[in-house]
C-alpha cells in the first residue's frame, strides 16, 4: 500500500511538473526572459507553501536548522540551477531534444551507482532503460530535423545533472524534514539565490506584464504565472519529494519520465499540438520501460548489513539504494 502511494504521489508530481513547459513557453513567447520565468516560479512557490510548513513544523523549528546544509544544496542545485539552464536549454534547442537530455539525469543514477558502489543494473534495469529512451524518442518526435546548438546542450546537460540530484537529494530522510518543509525550504533557497543573482546583475531578467497565447486564447501573464507558481512547482515539488523518500531514487525517477507524456498531452490542450500514432506507441514504450525498473527493484531480495539487521536475506527499500550513493555520514 504504502509503494502504490509512492506511485500515485510520484505520478501526481509528474503531471502538475508536465504543465510547466506549456506554461513557460507562453511566458518566453511574450518576451519573459528563462531566468525570470525560473525566479517568478520559485519564489511564488516558496511563498505560497510558507503557511502549511510553518504549521506542519509545528514549533520545531530546530528542525530547520538540522536539515539546512540538505535544503540548501537541494534548493540551489536541484532547484535553482536545474529550473535556469532547463529554461534556457528550451530557449536554444527545440523542447524535444531538450527535455531528452535533461532526463539523461535518470541514467547519470544508475551509471553513479554502478561506477562508485558496483552497483552493476541487473537485465531487467538494462532492458527498461533503453525501451524508455527509445520511448521517448518516439513521443518527443526526434526522427525529425532538429539544429543541435552547442549552448543549448551545455545548458541541458547541466539540467540533467540538476535533474538526477533532485531525486537523489529528494530520497535522503536523515535531514529530519517533513517532505513539503523540505521542498518549502528548499524553494524558498532557490528563490534567494535566484533574487540575489538578478540584484548582482547576474542573470538577465525581463518580465513584461503583458498578454500570453494560452489555449487558443489571449489572456494575462498572472494565469501561467499562477499555473507555474502554484500547479507546477507548490504541488509538484511536495508530491515529489514524498514520491521519493516512498520509491526512492531509482524508481522514483523512471516514473518521472511520464512528465513527458503529460508535457506532451498538456502542450496539445494548451498549445494546440497533436499528439500522433508514433508518439502514443512511444508512450507505451516509457510505460513498459517504467514497470520493467519497478519489477527489477523489487524482485531480487539482498542481504542487510549493520546490527540492528535481521539475519538472512530480506528486499531493500528503495531508499537503501539510494543512501549507497550518499557519503559517510562521520
Known amino acids: 500500500m504504502k509503494a502504490n502511494a509512492g506511485l500515485g504521489l510520484a505520478l501526481a508530481s509528474s503531471a502538475t511538473f508536465g504543465t510547466s513547459g506549456s506554461f513557460a513557453t507562453s511566458l518566453i513567447q511574450s518576451g519573459w526572459t528563462p531566468e525570470a520565468a525560473a525566479t517568478v516560479r520559485i519564489c511564488v512557490a516558496a511563498v505560497v507553501l510558507t503557511i502549511p510548513a510553518i504549521l506542519q513544523l509545528r514549533g520545531q523549528f530546530s528542525l530547520l536548522r538540522k536539515g539546512i546544509k540538505a535544503a540548501t544544496g537541494y534548493g540551489v542545485i536541484a532547484v535553482a540551477a536545474a529550473q535556469v539552464c532547463y529554461f534556457n536549454a528550451v530557449a536554444h534547442l527545440s523542447v524535444a531534444v531538450a527535455l531528452l537530455l535533461e532526463y539523461s539525469g535518470i541514467l547519470l543514477i544508475i551509471g553513479w551507482l554502478w561506477l562508485t558502489r558496483g552497483h552493476r543494473p541487473r537485465r531487467l534495469t538494462i532492458t527498461g532503460t533503453f525501451a524508455a529512451i527509445i520511448g521517448l524518442t518516439l513521443v518527443l518526435d526526434l526522427l525529425g530535423d532538429h539544429r543541435l546548438d552547442p549552448a543549448g546542450i551545455a545548458w541541458a546537460i547541466g539540467a540533467a545533472v540538476g535533474l538526477a540530484i533532485y531525486f537523489v537529494m529528494s530520497a535522503n530522510t536523515d535531514d529530519g524534514l517533513p517532505p513539503l518543509v523540505f521542498a518549502w525550504s528548499g524553494l524558498s533557497i532557490a528563490g534567494v539565490a535566484l533574487l540575489i543573482a538578478d540584484v ?32 507546477a512547482a507548490a504541488i509538484a515539488y511536495v508530491t515529489g519529494v514524498a514520491g521519493v523518500r516512498i520509491l526512492g531514487a531509482k524508481v522514483a525517477s523512471f516514473v518521472g519520465l511520464t512528465e513527458v507524456l503529460f508535457a506532451v498531452v498538456f502542450a496539445w490542450v494548451l498549445l ?54 550518499l557519503p559517510t555520514r562521520h
Open 200 to 231: 548582482a546583475g547576474v542573470l538577465p531578467m525581463r518580465a513584461p506584464q503583458t498578454t500570453v497565447l494560452l489555449a487558443h486564447a489571449r489572456v494575462s501573464w498572472i494565469l501561467p504565472v499562477l499555473g507555474l507558481s502554484i500547479v
Open 272 to 325: 494546440g499540438q497533436s499528439l500522433t500514432l508514433l508518439q502514443l506507441l512511444g508512450g507505451a514504450l516509457v510505460i513498459a520501460g517504467i514497470a520493467l525498473v519497478r519489477v527489477d527493484e523489487y524482485q531480487f531480495p539482498v542481504a542487510r548489513e549493520g546490527p540492528q539487521a535481521p539475519s538472512g536475506h530480506s528486499f531493500r527499500r528503495p531508499a537503501e539504494c539510494v543512501e549507497d550513493l
